[in-house]
């Protein structure tokens, strides 16, 4: 569909604008999610991510934000963010001796040696859960608008027809 035909033309102070943005808002986003030393942050920054993408998808177009952002690729990151979710719960069931308790890891997991038992807690929360969590809403949100962009230019080809 040409750009006559979708009733807006490109606007070079809008892309230069957005093109200045993202990075920023990206940062921004990875900052919210790992960056805090706490958790909590890993649904606000995946959301943060996630309109990062929307706003280059928004200003470029639905088929440069597929080369940017490839189905495969969204896809891996919703696999490797529910991996790293369930990854640290596991972590903790394994070496907690079934317990499934956050707090009361054991010490000789690797990671104590060089943290000790609260920096290794630390690492399994605020950055594995945290970090799992804000992919995978990253991911998701980012493929639903994608999917419903699709659809708006399916319906927009089906009309003029």
Known sequence: MT???RGYKRDVVIEVTASLMVPLILLFGLYVMMGTGGT???FQGGTI???????YITVFGVAKGRE???ESVNAFFKSFGLFLYNGAGWLC???SLA???WLNMPAFWPVTEFTGVAGARSFLIAYMVSVGIGLTVM????SQYFDLAWKEDD????DEG
Do not use: D, S, W
């Not at 991510?49 to 706003?55: D, E, K, Q």
């Not at 319906?155 to 089906?158: A, L, P, S, T, V």
């Open 3 to 5: 750009q006559e035909k």
């Open 139 to 142: 991911a998701a949100f980012v």
């Open 155 to 158: 319906e927009m080809e089906g």
């Open 49 to 55: 991510l996630a309109t990062g993408f929307i706003l």
């Open 68 to 70: 940017k952002m490839p």
């Open 99 to 101: 317990t499934a308790q």
């Open 40 to 42: 909590g942050g890993g």
């Open 93 to 95: 069931i394994l070496f």
